[in-house]
């Protein structure tokens, strides 16, 4: 038996940033009705936040990279939204103020393992705001998740299904002393934010 998985790849900012104006991730859902999937099913959500190489040498006066690990992922499902009956062009863009506008219900959180990784499990149908939390820890330089929505469920390309197993890997942003952004960074990582649809047999999930 096979279980859908969609990978996407979103673009983070390396300052923490309130809001974002890229569109909402859905996956592919050219074809796929809203109406299909069980609005009462359950789903995961698997978040991997990468940490720059501990290895590479800071720049003189600036701090050393941080670990991937031990670092706070927050998501709040946002009110008011119900994806069976909802305007899917409209929901693609709306931002990260739109939504919080709308209202938050409380946060989920969860602590990255050495990995980097988190897993949400038993979420309800919905849209939901990604971020993470500021480290305490204030000896070390790290990335920041840049503020963005994702759809539970989302379309899967390749099967050409709604998926309830979703993986996002957001992909992080070189960071200047300033604290300013590296432009060619900015540009990789915009061209980089797409989802990738693909299937995965349901053993393969211990390994996420």
Request: charge should be neutral.
């Amino acid at each position: 038996m096979l279980a859908a998985l969609m990978i996407a790849l979103v673009p983070t900012s390396a300052t923490a940033s309130p809001q974002s104006d890229q569109p909402a991730v859905v996956g592919d859902i050219t074809g796929l009705d809203p109406t299909s999937f069980n609005p009462t099913r359950l789903g995961q959500l698997h978040i991997t936040k990468t940490a720059c190489n501990p290895y590479d040498d800071p720049k003189p006066g600036a701090l050393p990279n941080g670990p991937a690990g031990g670092q706070v992922i927050q998501i709040n499902r946002v009110k008011g939204v119900d994806l069976p009956t909802a305007d899917w062009t409209q929901l693609q863009k709306m931002t990260v103020k739109q939504a919080e506008a709308k209202g938050l219900e409380p946060a989920m959180t969860m602590t990255t393992d050495d990995a980097g990784n988190v897993t949400f499990t038993n979420l309800p149908v919905g849209l939901y705001l990604v971020s993470d939390q500021k480290p305490a820890d204030t000896t070390h330089k790290y990335g920041r998740i840049k503020p963005f929505l994702i759809t539970m469920p989302s379309g899967n390309s390749d099967l050409h299904v709604w998926t309830f197993n979703i993986l996002v890997a957001p992909k992080m942003m070189a960071e200047q002393n300033s604290g300013a952004i590296d432009t060619a960074s900015r540009q990789a990582a915009h061209a980089e934010n797409r989802c990738l649809c693909g299937a995965i047999p349901d053993c393969s999930r211990r390994a996420l």
